[in-house]
């Protein structure tokens, strides 16, 4: 049994975390893609916690089998990409860092998957950075974790919502991001693209609507079928999201009315005040998002290192397994944790 200080609420039993649908697309498997890798290094127990507000956030903690529980260890906290649940890409990556010795927590971002959060699918990105700062208050709760060695892996969104964070939380120690994405520079590109009122107006509108009973709607996110005519963006997000491959219990697609809360979001503002922190951006050599890691790393002041994956594009990070690289992800939390 664990020892604990706080005393978190556990769920009861470990759930199946390989939740693919059969009747959906096999995927493209190549460079080994692995989104539902399991250890047999590697014990995985479901958790929850609150946040500061009160919010229960529900993740996953990954220990490696062999951990001595009578000292205390580097721990590592593993957020999704956008959208995303704890079950695409984080638990790969959480998985894969406790086989390399650290304790690993995956998570579902407040308002997806089993975390707190109404109405569903909404984005809070303020919310979303105090996430990175809730487990790392779990993390204090147990006692074979190093308080002062906490670190990060923000894999796309997650890599700008924990950056927000780690600007006023220095127990954030070290922080890896995966595939970047500023999600306030992507929301305020669509906005430029319609014109500077006509997305604020028209959200306006819709939220006007729904108080009157008007049914939810949605927007963005990767979309429900493709053909021959789709754009290179939409084939690489649906291959993930819609197929076996990675599709799990999420949509991808915010509702409107709360996208519109990222214009306001400026993650890589005040990068500089995260130093002396390390921080480590790898991103794929060909990815679509390759200039957000460049931005972030022109942001931030030393220590500072950008790594672009030869042959890689975004969503390979995601889970192709041979092309993520894994050492160097070991190497960094080893030397700065």
Not at 252 to 266: D, E, G, R, V
Request: with cysteine; charged share 25%.
């Amino acid at each position: 049994m664990d020892v604990e200080k706080n005393q978190p609420v556990y769920f009861e039993g470990v759930k199946n975390v390989d939740s693919r649908n059969a009747d959906l697309p096999t995927g493209d498997q190549s460079h080994s893609a692995d989104n539902w890798y399991t250890s047999d290094q590697v014990n995985m127990k479901p958790v929850s916690f609150k946040n500061v507000y009160g919010m229960k956030i529900v993740g996953n903690l990954f220990t490696p089998k062999n951990l001595d529980k009578s000292r205390t260890h580097p721990a590592l906290i593993v957020g999704t990409p956008n959208g995303a649940v704890k079950e695409q890409a984080a638990n790969l990556y959480a998985t894969k860092m406790a086989e390399l010795g650290f304790i690993a927590l995956s998570f579902d971002q407040m308002f997806w998957g089993e975390s707190d959060g109404s109405p569903r699918n909404a984005m809070a990105p303020e919310i979303y950075s105090e996430s990175f700062s809730a487990v790392a208050d779990y993390f204090e709760s147990l006692e074979f974790v190093d308080n002062d060695k906490i670190g990060v892996i923000g894999i796309c969104a997650s890599g700008s919502f924990s950056l927000n964070e780690a600007k006023v939380d220095s127990r954030l120690k070290a922080i890896a991001t995966i595939s970047l994405t500023d999600m306030g520079a992507v929301a305020r590109g669509m906005r430029d693209a319609m014109g500077k009122s006509a997305m604020v107006d028209d959200t306006s509108k819709e939220r006007t609507l729904e108080n009157s009973g008007k049914t939810t709607e949605y927007t963005s996110g990767t979309p429900e079928t493709i053909d021959e005519n789709s754009d290179a963006f939409s084939k690489e997000f649906y291959d993930f999201y819609r197929t076996q491959r990675g599709a799990a219990a999420t949509t991808t697609k915010p509702t409107k009315t709360s996208f519109i809360k990222l214009l306001n979001f400026y993650s890589l503002q005040d990068l500089d005040t995260v130093s002396p922190r390390p921080l480590l951006f790898i991103a794929g050599e060909n990815a679509i998002s390759l200039g957000f890691s460049e931005d972030a790393y022109a942001a931030a002041t030393e220590p500072k290192e950008l790594y672009k994956v030869p042959n890689a594009g975004h969503v390979d990070l995601y889970d192709r397994t041979e092309l993520i690289p894994f050492d160097k992800l070991n190497d960094f939390f080893n030397a700065n944790l």
